[in-house]
């Protein structure tokens, strides 16, 4: 029983300082001042605060977050829930894949590659209306306690 609770604790310690393999779950001051520094404030009209809105809404931060499986067989990835229908590939029936990569990039704590597809997808012609927790939660809403008291 010793042993066993030594080696739970050993991997414990393990998983907590394995390098880029972390359940990343950001804080808020911490999501907004690495979205400010990837150039999200404002990109495409989009204030910082709406993106840390829909972050919250699809993720609660996490970055491992996967959704469940839709009726069209598709999941969503990531702290902004990347769906792999149109934007990533999963491995599992068609995708239009339009950000080029792997569904599974969009699960590990490096969010460079989320942040530089999330840019993709707002591009397009419905911007931010394609994530739906941003319609349902964000807009036109009064933002400001996304990035209150945030040193950015
Ligand atoms: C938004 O909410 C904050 C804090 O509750 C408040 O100070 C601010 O005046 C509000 N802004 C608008 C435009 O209503
Ligand atoms: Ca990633």
Not at 51 to 63: L, R
Not at 93 to 98: I, L, P
């Amino acid at each position: 029983m010793k042993i066993f609770c030594l080696f739970s604790v050993a991997f414990l310690l393990l998983m907590l300082v394995a390098p880029g393999n972390e359940a990343k779950v950001y804080k808020r001051c911490e999501l907004a001042a690495r979205l400010k520094r990837a150039g999200m404030d404002g990109y495409r009209g989009v204030s910082l605060a709406n993106w840390i809105c829909t972050a919250y809404h699809q993720s609660s931060f996490n970055t491992r977050l996967v959704g469940p499986q839709t009726s069209s067989g598709n999941r969503e990835y990531g702290i902004f829930q990347i769906s792999s229908r149109w934007w990533c590939d999963n491995g599992h029936g068609s995708t239009a894949n339009a950000c080029g990569i792997s569904c599974y990039a969009f699960l590990n704590d490096d969010i460079a590659d989320d942040i530089k597809c999330a840019k993709r997808i707002v591009r397009d012609p419905q911007g931010m209306n394609a994530w739906y927790a941003w319609q349902k939660f964000c807009k036109g809403k009064n933002l400001s306690k996304w990035t209150k008291g945030c040193r950015l």
